[in-house]
């Protein structure tokens, strides 16, 4: 009886576990090859899902059957430092909850912890070490990219490849990653893109957009960055509540704009940056515009530097606070291209030096900047060795005194706002009733703070450059 009832037991375990797809291999204590899970994929039917048990599986897997390859038991998956670790060559796979390492690291051959050839695939939850790219997408539309972290190889930064690289592959989304250490987030020839909630630091650029457009780029955080954001060529984009923080390489753009047209920059907070607004020639269509609207752009070396050439932009509702140079335009150019109030609001600028008699929040005057010292650090960008400094204020003094001295000023705000617009605030999440002044107090120490901690880790930091973005 005891014989037949355990033989009984055995029919029913084997009966359910081919009801449940194909059998598991044991779990591992040693590593074994990736043939092994190789096996689990040929056994499985379409839209299997296989849980591995916990253990390493080395060298390089190919995914030709849509499945969902989980590894929440502790799996990683390791490429020995040859090639791409996984392969996805079949639409509608999902990998989640595994450990990829250690790709290799030949450049011309591009290997990557996980290379998707194929549209609808889902990279979920994975943990990318050791790798030359981190999540390469190439001619697959449509997947879904989220929640993954991804560290780059030990190499100097231009040895790096990029964290995740989306190529040619329209509608994909790419959310709650988070991108050390890597090159850049490449999005290049891709439309319709949603890239949402991202953490990028110690990269090149955070964000690089080329060719992409329709996309919408939605509170990303991009800290310690050479470049946060940067777009070109790409038309009908959105970013909306990103934080760009303390980008601070050779060019040092929060956001870099270059021959886009039609951009909506709406309620992100640019601080501590080189540069937090960088405009190249957009928008480079007639009848196109570009929008920048309740932004905080505050502490930065300059808050808005524009070749002479950009038109047609509306800035309204956005606080330029505390930045060394407010505005300006590359050589001795002006921005009067570009409408500085839209319906009568205009923007809150710190330097302001107008009053407001009617209490009606707009300025009574003007805001029409004219620094003398100013065009001339537009024109020599060495001369920021005396920002503060008693030379400034004896230069800004003999224009007062002098007229003929002043220059033309560099733009012209019909409407300037005399408090700091809540909108703006929020952009940075200072929530409403917050006292304004304390935050903007201590805001300044952190700002003062992350630029002594910048300066103290790369002394060779020098004068900021306005050419080509690094």
């Known amino acids: 009886m005891l014989a037949t009832a355990c033989h009984l037991i055995a029919s029913v375990v084997a009966v ?16 074994q090859p990736v043939s092994v899970v190789e096996r689990m994929i040929d056994r499985a039917a379409p839209g299997d899902e296989l849980r591995l048990p916990a253990g390493v599986y080395q060298g390089n897997l190919v995914i030709r059957k849509p499945i969902v390859l989980d590894g929440s038991a502790g799996v990683v998956f390791d490429g020995l430092g040859k090639g791409t670790v996984i392969t996805i060559a079949a639409e509608g796979v999902t ?34 070490q050791d790798a030359l790219f981190g999540i390469d997408l190439r001619d697959a539309p449509q997947c879904r990219v989220r929640g993954n972290t991804v560290r780059s190889k030990p190499l100097d930064p231009e040895r790096r490849g990029d964290g995740i690289r989306v190529w040619s592959s329209h509608g994909t989304v790419v959310e709650d990653n988070v991108v050390n250490d890597a090159r850049d987030m490449v999005f290049w020839y891709s439309e319709d893109l949603r890239v949402t909630r991202n953490t990028v630091t110690g990269s090149r650029y955070g964000l690089h957009f080329m ?63 080189r540069v937090g607004v960088f405009i190249d020639n957009s928008p480079t269509s007639i009848g196109s515009t570009g929008l920048f609207e309740s932004n905080l752009i505050a502490f930065n070396q300059v808050g808005l530097l524009a070749t002479p050439s950009t038109r047609s932009n509306v800035f309204t509702g956005n606080a330029f606070i505390e930045n060394e140079e407010p505005a300006a335009a590359h050589g001795r150019g002006r921005l009067m291209g570009n409408d500085f109030a839209r319906n009568g609001v205009g923007n809150y600028w710190s330097d302001y030096a107008g009053f407001d008699l009617d209490q009606d929040g707009i300025g009574d005057v003007v805001h ?56 703006a605030l929020a952009s940075a999440g200072v929530p409403a009733g917050t006292n304004r002044m304390a935050w903007l107090a201590g805001a300044m120490l952190a700002g003062a703070a992350a630029l002594i901690a910048v300066m103290a880790t790369h002394p060779s930091l020098g004068p900021i450059s306005r050419g080509a973005p690094a």
């Open 16 to 31: 359910a576990a081919t009801a449940q797809g194909p059998p598991a291999p044991q779990q591992a204590s040693a590593p």
């Open 95 to 128: 990998v989640r909850r595994a450990t990829v390492r250690a790709s290799g690291q030949d450049v011309a051959s591009e290997p990557a912890a996980i290379f998707v050839g194929a549209g609808r695939a889902v990279i979920e939850s994975n943990t990318i």
């Open 211 to 273: 060719y992409s457009h329709g996309s919408v780029l939605d509170g990303n955080t991009l800290d310690g960055n050479s470049v946060g954001v940067y777009l070109m060529y790409s038309n009908r984009i959105t970013l909306r509540g990103n934080h760009l923080r303390n980008n601070r390489g050779a060019s040092g753009y929060g956001i870099g704009i270059k021959d886009c047209d039609d951009v909506t920059i709406l309620k992100n907070a640019l601080l501590a940056n």
């Open 368 to 423: 029409e900047p004219q620094s003398l010292f100013g065009a001339m650090l537009a024109s020599e960008p060495n001369l920021r060795l005396f920002v503060h400094s008693p030379a400034q204020q004896a230069v800004e003094f003999t224009a007062r005194a002098l007229p003929e001295l002043r220059p033309e000023s560099t733009l012209i705000d019909p409407a300037p706002l005399v408090a700091v617009p809540q909108t």
